[in-house]
T-cell receptor
Framework: DTEVTQTPKHLVMGMTNKKSLKCEQHMGHRAMYWYKQKAKKPPELMFVYSYEKLSINESVPSRFSPECPNSSLLNLHLHALQPEDSALYLC????????????FGPGTRLLVL | QKEVEQDPGPLSVPEGAIVSLNCTYSNSAFQYFMWYRQYSRKGPELLMYTYSSGNKEDGRFTAQVDKSSKYISLFIRDSQPSDSATYLCAMSAHTGTASKLTFGTGTRLQVTL
């Protein structure tokens, strides 16, 4: 099973709202990733967790706050977003950060009004 | 110059055609090469990955890597309308905890009846 699940599938939020995106994998992978993808662009890396510790933060604004409660779960907390943050947010996982075969979830389509 | 170059297309072919998708790269440290397929509004799906120069075949798909020319290809035989999607090449250098994927911009493929 190479499945990464993400909830919700769609999210509409105002600029003053607080919401969270959730990601889960049961493949025993120890590295998990958040990406942002705009239309007709490739995914852009935001954060990497390796063995439940934040390994890479690609200078993402603080209105995005990642959390890794355990090795199977990854959250992305959203607060005070801007309309330009509207995008497809993708979660991925890999066996560990040294193994580059990443498996992606279906994504959460976020619209910020 | 981008580290990974990929023609964005769109590429339109008739059903049954052989499709050739290509990426070039400039970073000689890249060692791992992947192809992802992404349907509209969905997450990327891993199609092929390879760590060495040469060919790797999986059903109708063949991945080819030429490290000396810094060139990778994905061939699709007997293309089907269901192959219509955006194809992303991705690659990385094995640098341990700092390793991450570098994507091409994606090629949009349309297979027509």
């Amino acid at each position: 099973d190479t499945e990464v699940t993400q909830t919700p599938k769609h999210l509409v939020m105002g600029m003053t709202n607080k919401k969270s995106l959730k990601c889960e994998q049961h493949m025993g992978h120890r590295a998990m990733y958040w990406y942002k993808q705009k239309a007709k662009k490739p995914p852009e890396l935001m954060f990497v967790y390796s063995y439940e510790k934040l390994s890479i933060n690609e200078s993402v604004p603080s209105r995005f706050s990642p959390e890794c409660p355990n090795s199977s779960l990854l959250n992305l907390h959203l607060h005070a977003l801007q309309p330009e943050d509207s995008a497809l947010y993708l979660c991925a996982s890999s066996q560990d950060q040294g193994r580059e075969t990443q498996y992606f979830g279906p994504g959460t389509r976020l619209l910020v009004l | 110059q981008k580290e990974v170059e990929q023609d964005p297309g769109p590429l339109s072919v008739p059903e049954g055609a052989i499709v050739s998708l290509n990426c070039t790269y400039s970073n000689s440290a890249f060692q791992y090469f992947m192809w992802y397929r992404q349907y509209s509004r969905k997450g990327p799906e891993l199609l092929m990955y390879t760590y060495s120069s040469g060919n790797k075949e999986d059903g109708r798909f063949t991945a080819q890597v030429d490290k000396s020319s810094k060139y990778i290809s994905l061939f699709i035989r007997d293309s089907q309308p269901s192959d219509s999607a955006t194809y992303l090449c991705a690659m990385s250098a094995h640098t341990g905890t700092a390793s991450k994927l570098t994507f091409g911009t994606g090629t949009r493929l349309q297979v027509t009846l």
